[in-house]
């Protein structure tokens, strides 16, 4: 097919939609919704990885996380919901943290630890605030920053306890608290330093640290019958080119220990900052189908009003056969058409769907991402709508009898 006839083509499907504007608009509206949803939700995942992306790279590009499970069954969310980390064991041990400490290129390891159990100060409980138990290295490797007093370390007592500044604030009324007593599970913990706001409850820990105390190892083990229940490892490289060697000798090691089982996870990098948390997956997963309804939904309106349309032009089909188009012509004029509807709808809903995101992002602490693939992932679902549901009305057009068509509405 020629330039011309393709110009030609455009010209004609332009004119023809203009004729029909609301017909048009409200054709054009069912992709666009379809569309603007994959795009907020893209953007918004998008946005979450980016940013835990850019805490790894500005704690040097070296950290790396072991998490109990296995790989394979994280993936399985939709299909298997009933598996669930929550309600298992952790497979990871004491000993596999001292045996990761001890590969070459590691520098620092440290346990995560979440103790279930209200806090406690006079009148006043707390029960979403969160409990870590884990070792002194975490700050470091976490970048941890403390505003007032110390981290827990090696000789501090036992019975001490680290916490976030909205903690503070939610425990003694003020974030002034050094020295100040609390309970866990009926334990009694001192103050003995305050973190810094971070501002930021989503990282590569899935702790808000603005709300959480932070326990030794030792104290966390003494709520579970002396049993460290570790939920995630973070290690340390101690250069990022040294990551990948000393990553594959921890997996060797790790899987030793638990006689041959790959019941953990080795993540770095982007691996890390891919969300982790099984609910929000899953409710990403289940958007991305409602959203993909909403595209078939604009489809079969376009291929709804492309009927329509091949009806009511039967006359001019046949004019255009009598004078010479070939099937192929018909068939491109009609496509061309569809083409131009669900790209339209692609294009609005592209741009909506980013306001959108703007708008739901500003009740969380991230930014939805800006990436090509996202665009292209718009224009191909729009390209592919309008083909899909385009190319049978174009089709029938194609198989009109020209004699019959001319004598449609003489």
Not at 16 to 27: E, I
Not at 238 to 243: A, V
Not at 313 to 331: F, Y
Not at 384 to 405: H, L, M, N
């Amino acid at each position: 097919m020629s330039k011309l006839l393709i110009v030609d083509h455009i010209q004609g499907a332009i004119h023809s939609l203009k004729t029909t504007r609301t017909r048009t608009f409200l054709t054009t509206l069912g992709v666009a919704i379809g569309v603007a949803s994959i795009t907020t939700i893209l953007s918004l995942s998008g946005g979450v990885s980016q940013m835990v992306n850019r805490q790894i790279d500005g704690l040097g590009g070296n950290i790396g996380v072991i998490r109990p499970g296995s790989p394979e069954k994280t993936t399985d969310i939709l299909s298997n919901p009933t598996i669930d980390r929550s309600y298992t064991a952790s497979t990871l041990t004491e000993k596999d943290l001292d045996d990761i400490g001890k590969v070459d290129g590691i520098d620092a390891a440290a346990p995560i630890m979440v103790v279930n159990g209200t806090m406690k100060a006079g009148d006043t409980t707390v029960s979403n605030g969160t409990v870590v138990a884990t070792t002194p290295d975490l700050k470091d490797i976490a970048g941890l920053p403390i505003r007032d007093g110390q981290f827990i370390d090696s000789v501090t007592n036992r019975d001490t306890v680290v916490i976030g500044s909205q903690l503070s604030v939610d425990l003694f009324g003020t974030d002034q608290s050094i020295g100040q007593t609390f309970k866990i599970r009926g334990q009694t913990f001192t103050v003995i330093g305050i973190l810094k706001r971070i501002n930021n409850p989503i990282n590569f820990n899935n702790v808000d640290f603005d709300r959480t105390a932070i326990i030794s190892l030792e104290s966390g083990k003494s709520f579970h019958q002396g049993v460290a229940e570790i939920q995630q490892i973070d290690l340390r490289a101690s250069e990022p080119s040294k990551l990948a060697a000393s990553l594959k000798t921890v997996e060797e090691r790790l899987q030793k220990n638990h006689g041959g089982e790959k019941d953990f996870s080795v993540l770095s990098n982007t691996q890390i900052a891919e969300p982790s948390n099984r609910f929000f997956v899953a409710l990403t997963s289940i958007m991305t189908i409602i959203a993909a309804i909403s595209l078939l939904v604009g489809g079969i309106g376009i291929m709804n009003i492309m009927l329509v349309g091949v009806a009511e032009r039967t006359r001019e089909i046949g004019l255009r056969k009598a004078v010479g188009a070939s099937n192929g012509n018909i068939i491109w004029q009609f496509l061309i058409e569809a083409l131009i509807i669900s790209l339209l709808g692609g294009i609005i809903g592209y741009g909506a769907g980013y306001v959108f995101a703007f708008a739901i992002s500003t009740f969380f602490t991230f930014s939805p991402a800006f990436t090509w693939q996202i665009a292209l992932c718009a224009f191909l679902l729009s390209v592919g709508v309008g083909t899909i549901f385009g190319i049978y009305p174009a089709i029938r057009a194609a198989q009109k009898d020209p004699i019959e068509s001319l004598r449609h509405y003489r």
